[in-house]
């Protein structure tokens, strides 16, 4: 168990934190939910009936909207776009390790480089693709919750409810989503650029701390 710890200890420490936040998410979001239910006329509603509602589901994908799109951008653009100096780019001279052709014959190769195929061609680009379609998956709930909480509203103020293509035309709906992607953005610029220039030692996201600005990650 101490071994299986030492190894996923990343993972488990980032998971753990995830949980955290999304305790803290849930407690304070209904105070806040019942709040604004209670100041338009509404009544309380419990924890089981809040985790349905469109308030959490809006502000749960929102964000995972969002992560998963810069993560799924970043994995991608770094393909082929490079930045001189950047930890998070690779080298200017030659192909790396990542570049190379996979090989069936290779001791310890997953199942789908020795089928190769359209096997292989997944996993060959199955980083990616889970990415993209994780982001698709939580734009579509992101969507639908925004929806539903703005008809949630609608009903207590007595207006009329919005279709899903009324929807779209909606102000509120892109608001939420290019409000919390341009943050993510901003922050994959900032690891690009300030690895260029600034150091963490032992961090796999930095360059060694005698590293010349102009060297490029791995």
Known sequence: MKKFFYHNSLSIVFLLLFIGAFIGQVFFGIEEYNKELLENGGHAVTMSNYLTTGHFIEATFENWESEFLQMALLVWLTIFLKQKGSSESKGFDGDEEVDREPSANRKGAPWPVKKGGVWLWLYKNSLTISLFLLFFASFVLHFYGSLKDENTVNVLKGDPQLSLVDYL???????ESFQNWQSEFLSVFA?????IFLRQKGSSQSKPVDAP????GE
């Open 169 to 175: 035309g909606e102000s509120r709906f892109w608001f």
């Open 191 to 195: 690891i690009i650029v300030l690895s």
């Open 213 to 216: 600005h102009s060297e490029t």
